[in-house]
């Protein structure tokens, strides 16, 4: 399976700011997407990571709040933006090879 | 409406016992089905996967067993070892005609080994 490595792995920031999260897969995928998990949580998609297009949301997650870039097929970037305590999660890096997705080690956000 | 979820939030076990994790899906479209393990601070780690042309499916210790007449998945980890001790979360997918559809993970149940 692909090794995925997301950085950072955690940080703190504070209300008002925003906060890229990179996820770096060491070969070339069709689909990634991005997951959170709210402490004590099941998983939820965000979005699917398009390359060369714009990313596909699910409902409750819009563009403004989460832009989402996919320049090439290995490397992809979730940005979440004007952050809120409530944003506080681990967000996930997937990616997809028949059927099945891999994770990466998630980046673990705290919003004060 | 349509769900995947787990009878059991939490799970102890002895060390050299057997595991059994059940989860429960409601949509008899969903054709594809996997088991994650998740260990604190990590991201989930794939274990075994079933497909619904299949009832079982072996791994190394894991067995997944897939009942589709009332919608039951179940994970079984033989002689459970203290680093089974995680969150494991089972995840469905439906294929619509040629698409994909997403997966969609349910609740998870934590599993604790005592030695």
């Known amino acids: 399976s692909a090794v995925i490595s997301q950085k950072p792995s955690r940080d703190i920031c504070q209300r008002g700011t925003s906060l890229t999260i990179q996820c770096q897969v060491d070969s070339q995928v069709t689909m990634m997407f991005w997951y959170r998990q709210q402490p004590g949580q099941s998983l939820t998609l965000i979005a699917t990571?398009?390359?060369?297009?714009?990313?596909?949301?699910e409902s409750g997650f819009v563009i403004d709040k989460f832009p989402i870039s996919r320049p090439n097929l290995t490397f992809s970037t979730l940005t979440v933006s004007n952050m809120s305590p409530e944003d506080s999660s681990i967000y996930l890096c997937?990616?997809?090879?028949?059927?099945?997705?891999?994770f990466g080690p998630g980046t673990r956000l705290t919003v004060l | 409406g349509e769900s995947v979820g787990l009878h059991l939030p939490t799970l102890s076990v002895q060390e050299g016992d057997n595991s059994i994790i059940n989860c429960a899906y409601s949509?008899?479209?969903?054709?594809?089905f996997i088991w994650y393990k998740q260990e604190s601070g990590k991201g989930p780690q794939f274990i075994i996967d079933?497909?619904?042309?299949?009832d079982k499916r072996q791994g190394q210790r894991v067995t997944v067993l897939l009942n589709k007449t009332v919608k039951h998945l179940s994970l079984q980890i033989a002689a459970t070892q203290p680093g089974d001790s995680a969150v494991y979360f089972c995840a469905e997918k439906r294929h619509y005609g040629g698409s994909q559809g997403n997966l969609i993970f349910g609740k998870g149940t934590k599993l604790s080994v005592k030695p």
């Open positions: 990571a398009n390359q060369g297009s714009e990313a596909t949301y």
């Open positions: 997937s990616v997809e090879d028949t059927d099945t997705q891999y």
């Open positions: 079933i497909r619904s042309n299949m």
């Open positions: 949509n008899s479209a969903s054709d594809y």
